[in-house]
């Protein structure tokens, strides 16, 4: 497959897919709270999007009774348009169950009409002066709203007090993302609605998003500690000869496994470290292990000024071995995730102090992004490549997951990103719930929902800016 058009696959659905999930994690810790969700939206949200499913939904009579709107029920209007109005209902009884089967209002409207002739009326108004009447040139407009073409074993004719339709499922037209759009996301007089729920559910739905971009990272790091094994701390790797070395003298090699060192085992770096300190200028016979097999190679630790200390001049890790399972994984895959977390928040403080390259403290947006994914797609083809050619790199530990890495990366970004104290963003909402989580004193839903527009505004305009940077300067940064 073409290499460009691979980045092109692996881009979409990797950058669309963290968005989704992050979407997903509102979507369910909503439902959990008994938040109600409008829509679910694969894509980004476009005029004319296409409905997949809806999931179920009810309807609350005047009377008090329950209907049941079953899923993929289609309705051509805004259902809150029903509530107040008398609905003729055909209704289904199954198990003391009132089921929906077809729904007919009349949905009236005022419009302006145009005049058929003079108005030969004058009005005035409470100070005497002419002015036109309110209702001049008004009419009332009437609508025939149908729903469902099947007919339930009930007829009823009843005024509709509350409105729960369940969520549509669209797929959009922009296919990068996803989007939830909660029921009364910033009104909190919608009941049922998301401004209108608990505190603690409302900070739940905000942390879910962030949350599940985190757990995606674990899941994605303990795949390739699966893949490619867990560290074997119990074990003495040689990770690199320093030229010119007692090691190298010795026949030292990439790969080399420390077994023992004139007979004393060595299981750890501080085992290793006794042995060679304890042995300067005295030569030390080291068994090792090599391709499978085991060979002794004698080296004389030396006393090295500039480093202070005893070395052999080797560079240490350990080798890896397979993992039972993922399950095995999971430990590695949340350390690596917390380490990352770690890192990312470390780099304003890094970004002050100077310590960062400028190249490396950049923001950069969907075509730098785009680069470096190319670059590690293309690794990862070359390594497939090598490894088809040489029976040798089938070993997993030879693998290249560095796709799979950067994916990692940027859900961890995304999570950390959307946790900014920003308005617009899930930290800047979480800021405002502060007030009502520990003193019970709500911030006016009026002032919130200026800040937050004002906020994406600024965001907006901020994403547009590093975007165009993308193209006036674009990132030069090199995957090893």
Do not use: C
Not at 311 to 339: C, D
Not at 393 to 421: C, K, V
């Amino acid at each position: 497959m073409n290499s460009t058009l691979l980045t092109w696959i692996v881009f979409i659905l990797a950058f669309g897919g963290m968005v989704i999930i992050h979407e997903f994690g509102h979507f369910i810790v909503a439902r959990w709270s008994k938040v109600e969700v409008e829509e679910f939206g694969l894509g980004l949200p476009t005029p004319g999007a296409l409905t997949l499913w809806v999931s179920k939904g009810f309807l609350i009579l005047k009377s008090g009774q329950r209907i049941e709107i079953p899923q993929n029920f289609r309705f051509p209007a805004g259902w809150n348009n029903l509530i107040g109005q008398v609905s003729k209902l055909s209704i289904d009884r199954v198990n003391d169950r009132l089921i929906l089967r077809s729904i007919k209002f009349v949905y009236e409207e005022e419009v302006q009409a145009k005049p058929k002739h003079l108005e030969l009326d004058v009005y005035v108004d409470p100070n005497g002066k002419v002015t036109q009447s309110d209702t001049a040139n008004r009419t009332v407009s009437r609508t025939v709203i149908k729903a469902g073409n099947k007919n339930g074993d009930v007829e009823l004719s009843e005024v509709i007090a509350e409105t729960h339709p369940g969520t549509r499922f669209t797929l959009n037209w922009l296919p990068l993302g996803g989007f939830v759009r909660p029921k009364g996301e910033n009104d909190p007089t919608v009941q049922g609605g998301l401004a209108a729920a608990n505190p603690w559910k409302r900070f739940a739905v905000l942390v879910a998003g962030p949350l599940m971009n985190l757990l995606t990272a674990v899941v994605i790091y303990s795949f390739i500690f699966y893949r490619v094994g867990v560290p074997d701390v119990s074990r003495v790797l040689v990770n690199s000869v320093v030229a010119n070395s007692p090691a190298e003298e010795a026949g030292f090699k990439d790969g080399d496994i420390f077994i023992s060192g004139n007979g004393e085992s060595i299981g750890s770096f501080d085992e290793l470290r006794v042995i060679v300190d304890g042995n300067v200028d005295q030569p030390v016979t080291f068994l090792v292990e090599r391709d499978g097999g085991q060979i002794e190679l004698v080296a004389t630790p030396k006393f090295f000024k500039d480093e202070k200390r005893t070395m052999i001049g080797v560079g240490l890790g350990v080798p890896f071995k397979q993992a039972g399972s993922m399950i095995e994984t999971l430990n590695l895959g949340a350390r690596y995730t917390y380490i990352n977390v770690r890192t990312l928040l470390s780099l304003p403080a890094q970004m002050i102090r100077g310590s960062l390259e400028p190249e490396q403290s950049r923001l950069i947006g969907l075509k730098g992004i785009f680069d470096i994914v190319g670059q590690t797609v293309s690794r990862d083809v070359e390594a497939s490549a090598n490894a088809a050619n040489a029976p040798a790199s089938t070993d997993p530990a030879n693998q290249s997951f560095r796709t799979l890495e950067l994916i990692a990366a940027l859900s961890i970004s995304l999570g950390i990103f959307n946790l900014f104290p920003f308005p617009a963003l899930d930290g800047g909402r979480i800021i405002f719930l502060l007030p009502e989580l520990l003193f019970r004193r709500r911030v006016p839903a009026q002032f919130e929902n200026l800040v937050h527009g004002l906020g994406m505004t600024v965001l907006l305009l901020f994403m547009i800016y590093v975007n165009v940077m993308d193209f006036v300067n674009p990132v030069n940064i090199t995957i090893p």
